[in-house]
C-alpha cells in the first residue's frame, strides 16, 4: 500500500535522541489526504523533528486505517515510547453545543440532522474550555480501534476543537477586534471568526477551485457584515503565497497576511525550511487544554 503514501516532509534536529522518546511528546495529524508528526521536548518546550506524508486515493477513514499499519512501520520514530501521545483528526462533520445544552445520548441524533454517518461512524465529542461547549463529531469505529491499536494511550480530538481553542488562547486580553482566519486545504476550508477574544463564526466549507473558496468567504463575511476593505484575514495551512487561493482572496480582501507558528515554543533550525503558517494546529495541539 505504501505506493498510495508519498513523504512531503522530513526535517529532525541532528541532536534528535531517540533513546530518550520517552522523555518527549508526540503529536500526529490525520486526514483523507495526509499523515503528519511532530515531536516536543516539553522540558525544554522545543519541537524537534517534523514529518508530513500525502496519502493518494483515499475517500474514508476505513480506507486510512488501513495504511496506519504501513505508515507507522516505514517511520524511525513512530513505533518509539513516548511520555504523551496526541492525535488529531480533520473531518467537517462537527458540530458545537453550548455545555449547558449538550446531552450525550443524543449526540448522535443531533449531528444526523445536520451530515449522514459514513459507514462505521460514531461520535465523539471534545469539551473546549474557552468556549464553554462541546464540539461533537464523527469518527470512524475502525480509525478509532487502529488508533487504539498502535497509539493506546493517544488522546485524540477533532482539529476544529484545536483550532478553535488554540486561536481563543492566543487572542485572550489582547483586544485585537474582529479577526478573520481561514485554515485553507486542498479541497476544504475552515474559516474561524472571532470579535473581542470570543468565537464570532465557526465553519468548513468544501471548493474544487478559487472562485467556489472566495464565494463562501465573502458570503461568510457578507453575514457577518464585515466589510473586506478592512478586516484583518490571516491564512494558515498549507497555502502558498503564489497559488490561486491566495491569488484571488487578495483581489476581494485588502488586508491578508499569513499566520506564525505558536509562540511560547523554541524551534529548531530545521523548522526555518517550513513555512511559518503551515502545520498550525499540528504544533498547536500540545498547548490545548482539551
Known amino acids: 500500500m505504501l505506493h498510495r503514501v508519498k513523504l512531503t516532509t522530513s526535517v ?51 480506507d486510512i486505517s488501513q495504511l496506519i499499519p504501513e505508515i507507522v512501520q516505514s517511520s524511525d520514530l513512530l513505533g518509539l515510547p513516548y511520555e504523551s501521545i496526541k492525535i488529531i483528526i480533520e473531518t467537517h462533520k462537527s458540530t458545537l453545543i453550548p455545555h449547558p445544552f449538550f446531552d450525550p445520548l443524543k449526540a448522535k441524533e443531533n449531528l444526523s440532522l445536520l451530515f449522514n454517518p459514513g459507514k462505521g461512524d460514531s461520535p465523539s465529542d471534545d469539551y473546549l474550555p474557552l468556549l464553554e461547549a462541546r464540539n461533537v463529531w464523527f469518527v470512524n469505529d475502525e480509525l478509532r480501534k487502529t488508533i487504539a491499536r498502535f497509539f493506546p494511550l493517544a488522546s485524540v480530538h477533532h482539529h476544529g476543537s484545536v483550532l478553535i481553542e488554540s486561536l481563543l488562547a492566543s487572542s485572550k486580553n489582547t483586544d485585537q477586534g474582529i479577526g478573520v482566519y481561514v485554515y485553507v486545504r486542498k479541497t476544504w476550508f475552515d474559516i474561524v471568526v472571532l470579535k473581542d477574544d470570543k468565537l464570532l463564526f465557526y465553519n468548513s466549507f468544501r471548493y474544487t477551485a478559487g472562485e467556489d473558496f472566495i464565494y463562501y468567504l465573502i458570503y461568510v463575511l457578507e453575514q457577518l457584515n464585515l466589510d473586506p476593505e478592512s478586516i484583518m484575514l490571516r491564512m494558515l495551512g498549507e497555502v502558498l503565497r503564489i497559488s490561486e487561493i491566495y491569488d484571488i482572496t487578495r483581489k476581494y480582501v485588502r488586508n491578508v497576511s499569513f499566520g506564525d507558528r505558536p509562540a511560547g515554543f523554541r524551534y529548531s533550525y530545521v523548522f526555518d525550511q517550513i513555512p511559518g503558517h503551515y502545520y498550525f494546529n499540528l504544533l498547536n495541539h500540545y498547548h490545548c487544554e482539551l
Do not use: H, W
Open 12 to 62: 529532525f534536529d541532528k541532536a534528535f535522541n531517540r533513546e530518550a522518546s520517552q522523555y518527549l511528546g508526540l503529536s500526529i495529524q490525520l486526514s483523507l489526504n495526509g499523515f503528519s508528526f511532530c515531536v516536543l521536548d516539553p522540558a525544554q518546550m522545543k519541537y524537534l523533528a517534523l514529518e508530513s506524508r500525502e496519502l493518494n486515493n483515499s475517500t474514508n477513514y476505513q
